[in-house]
């Protein structure tokens, strides 16, 4: 007769190796990944300048991403109102209602209540864009100066942001002084080995 604690016993090593399998499959999936080596948006050609991995709990990744800019594009000025593009692949389904309170609680960070009541507007605007995404999607934004700064989803455009300010505050959240995780911001400006 097995007893549970014995059935425990057994079913815990299976089951730490089910996860060690789909953790090991996770982190696979990362080298695996591509992205574009070059996109052309209104009138400019952008170049993949940084890919990275956005990890939650150490080795849980959430989504990797790649960041493109016009080329030699000094650093210094990737939080202005260039051309730029950010393009993302979610590794886990997130709720489209979950982006609005990330993007406040990042914006909060940088920015005034203030200067973030100035950008409210367009900010909810950019937050109602957003939809429920599953593993494998993709999401783009992508600033053209003079246009705006489109949300696009699997490649099909979904809105389209006005103004240079929202622009660079946007930019904050992954490449700010506080962005959302450190490594990833290094590895999306390709200072990570």
């Known amino acids: 007769m097995i007893t549970r604690s014995k059935c425990r016993k057994k079913v815990t090593p299976i089951l730490t190796t089910a996860a060690m399998l789909t953790l090991l499959e996770g982190i696979a999936h990362a080298g695996e990944l591509q992205f574009d080596d070059q996109v052309d948006v209104g009138g400019y050609t952008l170049v993949k300048k940084g890919v990275g991995v956005l990890k939650y709990l150490i080795y849980i990744e959430a ?27 979610y590794d886990h389904a997130l709720k489209g209602e979950d982006f609005g309170p990330a993007t406040y609680k990042g914006l909060a960070e940088y920015r005034s ?81």
Not at 66 to 84: C, E, N, S
Not at 174 to 192: A, Q, T, V
């Open 113 to 193: 209540e203030e200067k973030n009541d100035r950008l409210r507007d367009r900010i909810e605007y950019h937050n109602s864009l957003y939809v429920d995404v599953k593993p494998g999607d993709r999401c783009a934004l992508t600033h053209v100066p003079g246009v705006g700064t489109e949300l696009s989803l699997n490649g099909e455009p979904r809105g389209v942001i006005e103004g240079e300010d929202f622009a660079s505050a946007l930019s904050t959240l992954w490449l700010g002084d506080k962005p959302f995780d450190k490594r990833f911001k290094l590895d999306l400006l390709g200072l990570n080995g």
């Open 63 to 89: 989504y990797a991403g790649a960041r493109y800019t016009p080329p030699g594009l000094d650093p210094q000025v990737i939080l202005t109102g260039t051309p730029k593009r950010l393009e993302v692949e």
